[in-house]
């Protein structure tokens, strides 16, 4: 990649008020996309609050899903949404955690870097907060880095962040931009928005130092040049950078909607960088014109054990969204708990599906209600794809009802199976710590030529990520080959098992890995535009 000058990187830091979940994350990739597309080279990091390292040991209850990075970090679903915006990698330098800054100065305090000296909060904890942020901006390859801060102004875990961004605004002055991502309430009772909240939220930033340059306001409703002059008076900032967020249809109108509002016009001006080119969002309103615009709808079933929580399964609904798109198909995703799926309402439950996903996850709950829909999926011709875990179920499945080895399952499950087909893998036996020790991050994978994946991926050397503990059984491969589940993806480092596809069936494949991560908006994820046209296929002969 081309190196950029470091004394130039600019830095824009995304803070929220009033509440949180307001979309942080969409707004930083759609700024960060509208400043690509005027030929900048831009990346987004996410400041975390809570004081686990990583979300790797995390309930997706909690926090939605754990998005794994090229480089194997665990990280939060908004660097997901970075990625499927920007068409860039990221990596462990985009997500910081206060887990990870003050274990980063314990151990230094430990082996003596500070001695004599008492670590405190500031200046310790908020240099190396300041640390890294510069990180990236300190690898030659960006213009400008956005950085978003989780939660919202006022709490306690916060703090610290907000310091150190009133510290870099002081230090790099107008390098550095804040944008302050608010609510717009709109109340039924009087008909009209109101702004105190707002006032509120930007008063607490006010307390901590920092003065927002510009205003992003969440709103159900248009918002009057009266409350966008309202707000400015009373925040402290110019009219034209109070900035509408309305509710849209889908996140992918977000960018669009703030190229309408000039929010990337706003930030260069407060960066004082020069505009460039104007933005070229073709090949994004042609993927909009499609998504809105289908020419036929498909249902996928999508069964987990999280269905209660989507952002348990974001990356997989986006690569479908995608996939759809690619294919001119609206992927209609009926969500199936598969705790609630036995022998008995399989059929009246996924009736009605042209394709069935099993997705990811981890622990026994669930389980048989997976068995149950792969072996629906299998024996029906329905088109499949099991993930991780969901590849893991297909082999099960198949090895109970189709090879006769009752009883088999994961040693996951099940560690006194009489038939481990699943089982752990050589080098996380001895592992106790959780933490970040499962097999992490983008591993090598050699396909089949004659192979369904081999015409998916239209080559033979893939790299896709990784995030588990357990794998196929290599001793029982003979048994699977000759019966007609054919591992088709092998990895060339150690003959790990990657994908498994049935050879008497339309569309069955099983893949260790999580294609899902991969998946963007300009590069819709192979596997998933096959698997949403197979299903399409299927939907035809029904």
Same mark, same amino acid.
């Given at each position: 990649m081309e190196?950029?000058?470091?004394?130039?990187v600019?830095y824009?830091?995304v803070?929220?008020?009033?509440?949180?979940?307001?979309?942080?994350?969409?707004?930083? =990739?759609?700024l960060a996309k509208l400043?690509?597309a005027?030929g900048?080279?831009?990346?987004?990091?996410?400041l975390?609050?809570y004081i686990?390292?990583?979300p790797g040991t995390l309930?997706?209850?909690e926090?939605g899903e754990?998005?794994v990075?090229n480089?194997?970090?665990e990280?939060?679903?908004?660097?997901?949404h970075y990625?499927?915006?920007l068409?860039?990698p990221?990596?462990q330098s985009?997500?910081v955690t206060?887990?990870?800054i003050?274990?980063?100065?314990?151990n230094?305090?430990?082996?003596?870097?500070?001695?004599?000296k008492?670590?405190?909060?500031?200046?310790h904890i908020?240099?190396?907060?300041?640390?890294r942020v510069?990180?990236?901006?300190?690898?030659?390859?960006f213009?400008?880095?956005?950085?978003?801060i989780g939660?919202?102004?006022?709490?306690?875990?916060?703090?610290?962040?907000?310091e150190?961004?009133?510290?870099?605004?002081?230090?790099?002055?107008?390098?550095?931009?804040?944008?302050?991502?608010?609510?717009?309430p709109y109340l039924n009772?009087?008909?009209?928005?109101?702004?105190?909240?707002t006032q509120h939220s930007?008063?607490?930033l006010?307390e901590?130092?920092?003065?927002p340059?510009i205003?992003?306001c969440r709103?159900?409703?248009?918002?009057?040049?009266?409350?966008?002059?309202?707000?400015?008076?009373?925040?402290n900032?110019n009219?034209n =950078?109070?900035?509408?967020?309305?509710d849209a249809?889908?996140?992918y109108d977000?960018?669009l909607?703030m190229?309408?509002?000039?929010?990337?016009?706003?930030?260069l001006?407060?960066l004082?960088?020069p505009?460039?080119?104007?933005?070229?969002?073709?090949n994004?309103? =042609?993927f909009?014109g499609?998504l809105?615009?289908?020419?036929?709808?498909?249902k996928i079933?999508?069964v987990g054990?999280?269905i209660?929580?989507?952002?348990?399964?974001?990356s997989?609904?986006?690569a479908l969204?995608?996939?759809?798109?690619s294919?001119?198909?609206?992927?209609?995703?009926?969500?199936?708990h598969?705790?609630?799926?036995d022998?008995?309402n399989?059929e009246?439950?996924l009736?009605?599906l042209?394709?069935i996903?099993?997705?990811?996850g981890?622990?026994?709950r669930?389980?048989e209600?997976?068995?149950?829909a792969?072996?629906?999926?299998r024996?029906n011709k329905i088109?499949?794809l099991?993930?991780?875990?969901g590849?893991?179920?297909?082999v099960?499945?198949?090895s109970?009802?189709v090879l006769?080895l009752t009883g088999?399952?994961?040693?996951e499950?099940n560690?006194k199976?009489?038939y481990p087909?699943?089982?752990?893998?050589?080098?996380?036996?001895k592992i106790?710590?959780?933490?970040g020790t499962m097999r992490?991050g983008e591993?090598?994978?050699?396909?089949?030529?004659?192979?369904?994946?081999?015409?998916a991926?239209?080559?033979q050397k893939i790299?896709?990520?990784?995030r588990?503990?357990f794998?196929?059984?290599?001793?029982f491969?003979?048994k699977?080959?000759?019966?007609g589940?054919?591992p088709v993806g092998i990895?060339?480092d150690n003959?790990l098992?990657?994908i498994?596809e049935?050879?008497n069936?339309p569309w069955f494949i099983g893949?260790q890995?999580?294609?899902?991560y991969?998946?963007t908006?300009?590069?819709?994820?192979?596997?998933f535009?096959?698997?949403?046209?197979a299903?399409?296929?299927?939907s035809k002969?029904?």
């Amino acid at each position: 990649m081309e190196q950029k000058s470091t004394t130039a990187v600019k830095y824009i830091f995304v803070t929220g008020g009033v509440t949180s979940s307001l979309g942080k994350g969409i707004i930083s =990739a759609s700024l960060a996309k509208l400043l690509q597309a005027r030929g900048y080279s831009v990346t987004i990091q996410k400041l975390d609050p809570y004081i686990n390292v990583d979300p790797g040991t995390l309930n997706p209850y909690e926090h939605g899903e754990c998005f794994v990075t090229n480089d194997g970090a665990e990280t939060d679903l908004d660097l997901g949404h970075y990625e499927r915006f920007l068409n860039v990698p990221t990596s462990q330098s985009n997500n910081v955690t206060t887990g990870s800054i003050y274990q980063t100065v314990i151990n230094k305090e430990r082996e003596g870097a500070y001695l004599g000296k008492t670590v405190q909060v500031i200046p310790h904890i908020t240099d190396e907060i300041k640390r890294r942020v510069k990180l990236l901006g300190e690898t030659g390859q960006f213009d400008i880095v956005i950085t978003e801060i989780g939660g919202t102004v006022g709490d306690i875990e916060s703090l610290p962040y907000i310091e150190a961004v009133r510290q870099m605004k002081w230090e790099l002055g107008s390098s550095c931009a804040v944008i302050h991502l608010t609510l717009l309430p709109y109340l039924n009772v009087t008909g009209e928005l109101k702004t105190k909240p707002t006032q509120h939220s930007v008063k607490t930033l006010l307390e901590y130092g920092i003065q927002p340059d510009i205003l992003v306001c969440r709103s159900e409703k248009p918002i009057s040049m009266e409350i966008r002059r309202k707000l400015a008076l009373f925040c402290n900032v110019n009219v034209n =950078a109070v900035i509408e967020s309305i509710d849209a249809t889908t996140i992918y109108d977000v960018p669009l909607l703030m190229l309408k509002e000039q929010l990337d016009k706003v930030v260069l001006n407060k960066l004082k960088l020069p505009g460039k080119q104007e933005p070229d969002m073709e090949n994004w309103k =042609a993927f909009l014109g499609k998504l809105k615009n289908p020419t036929s709808e498909i249902k996928i079933g999508l069964v987990g054990k999280y269905i209660e929580l989507k952002d348990a399964y974001k990356s997989i609904n986006e690569a479908l969204i995608h996939a759809g798109v690619s294919n001119e198909t609206s992927v209609n995703v009926r969500w199936i708990h598969s705790e609630k799926l036995d022998k008995e309402n399989v059929e009246a439950k996924l009736e009605g599906l042209h394709g069935i996903l099993v997705a990811p996850g981890f622990g026994d709950r669930g389980i048989e209600g997976k068995i149950e829909a792969i072996k629906y999926a299998r024996e029906n011709k329905i088109p499949f794809l099991g993930i991780c875990l969901g590849m893991q179920c297909a082999v099960i499945e198949y090895s109970r009802n189709v090879l006769g080895l009752t009883g088999a399952h994961s040693t996951e499950m099940n560690p006194k199976t009489k038939y481990p087909v699943i089982d752990i893998m050589e080098n996380q036996k001895k592992i106790t710590r959780k933490g970040g020790t499962m097999r992490l991050g983008e591993y090598a994978c050699t396909l089949q030529k004659n192979s369904k994946s081999f015409q998916a991926y239209g080559k033979q050397k893939i790299a896709e990520r990784h995030r588990h503990r357990f794998e196929f059984n290599n001793k029982f491969l003979k048994k699977f080959e000759e019966s007609g589940m054919i591992p088709v993806g092998i990895n060339p480092d150690n003959n790990l098992v990657e994908i498994v596809e049935l050879k008497n069936h339309p569309w069955f494949i099983g893949v260790q890995f999580h294609p899902e991560y991969k998946s963007t908006v300009e590069n819709p994820h192979p596997l998933f535009v096959k698997f949403v046209k197979a299903a399409g296929e299927y939907s035809k002969q029904k």
